[in-house]
T-cell receptor, first 111, second 118 residues
Framework: KQEVTQIPAALSVPEGENLVLNCSFT??????LQWFRQDPGKGLTSLLL?????REQTSGRLNASLDKSSGRSTLYIAASQPGDSATYLC??????????FGDGTTLTVKP | NAGVMQNPRHLVRRRGQEARLRCSPM?????VYWYRQLPEEGLKFMVY????????ESGMPKERFSAEFPKEGPSILRIQQVVRGDSAAYFC????????????????FGPGTRLTVL
């Protein structure tokens, strides 16, 4: 059974800082891993998807890495902005199609 | 291309009533997933469906819950005889493929239906 842990659970930083969110998962037999953000009371917005054969993906100020063998992924956010404040969710996906979500990291970026 | 549509966005039911949640996947997507987010908890997988087939329902409670994705029309998550513990946000996601190796198959999520059971 896949278990996903995200560290830290909460993070508060001043605007402009670079930061790293961590995700670990117990079952390395995944097909891909997706990072999402969730704003309070809202749905999920897909940020990045990394296929199992890839090591990293970049989109704008976001960079996600994947070390499948060790069951780890990181999301790097450069030059953080107040608009980045949200909960970030990591979701590795198995061949059965379903994703397993971590409890998320709640990020607050202070102006 | 419209995103994943869910309705209603908010649903209030009294204990013992039935709740029907609808999900229209993105155009061209034939895979639908339902997740539940209980208050102050993470998202938990419930069921994965393709057109007219339930592929994986391992996360769905055995009683009172059912899901379908007919050949025509939206996917439906049905909760019979709702109880207060069913109060949660129910999210639907869709993808064009099922995560086969080498396929790019981002899951796109709908805005969710927030069910409140009085």
């Amino acid at each position: 059974k896949q278990e996903v842990t995200q560290i830290p659970a909460a993070l508060s930083v001043p605007e402009g800082e670079n930061l790293v969110l961590n995700c670990s998962f117990t079952d390395s037999a995944i097909y891909n891993l997706q990072w999402f953000r969730q704003d309070p009371g809202k749905g999920l917005t897909s940020l990045l998807l990394i296929q199992s054969s890839q090591r990293e993906q970049t989109s704008g100020r976001l960079n996600a890495s994947l070390d499948k063998s060790s069951g780890r992924s990181t999301l790097y956010i450069a030059a953080s902005q107040p608009g980045d404040s949200a909960t970030y969710l990591c979701a590795p996906r198995t061949g059965a199609g379903k994703s397993t979500f971590g409890d998320g990291t709640t990020l607050t970026v202070k102006p | 291309n419209a995103g994943v549509m869910q309705n209603p966005r908010h649903l209030v039911r009294r204990r013992g009533q039935e709740a029907r949640l609808r999900c229209s996947p993105m155009k061209g997507h034939s895979h639908v997933y339902w997740y539940r987010q209980l208050p102050e908890e993470g998202l938990k997988f419930m069921v994965y469906l393709q057109k007219e087939n339930i592929i994986d329902e391992s996360g769905m409670p055995k009683e009172r819950f059912s899901a379908e994705f007919p050949k025509e029309g939206p996917s439906i998550l049905r909760i019979q005889q709702v109880v207060r513990g069913d109060s949660a946000a129910y999210f639907c996601a869709s993808s064009p493929q099922a995560g086969l190796a080498g396929e790019t198959d981002t899951q796109y999520f709908g805005p969710g239906t927030r069910l409140t059971v009085l």
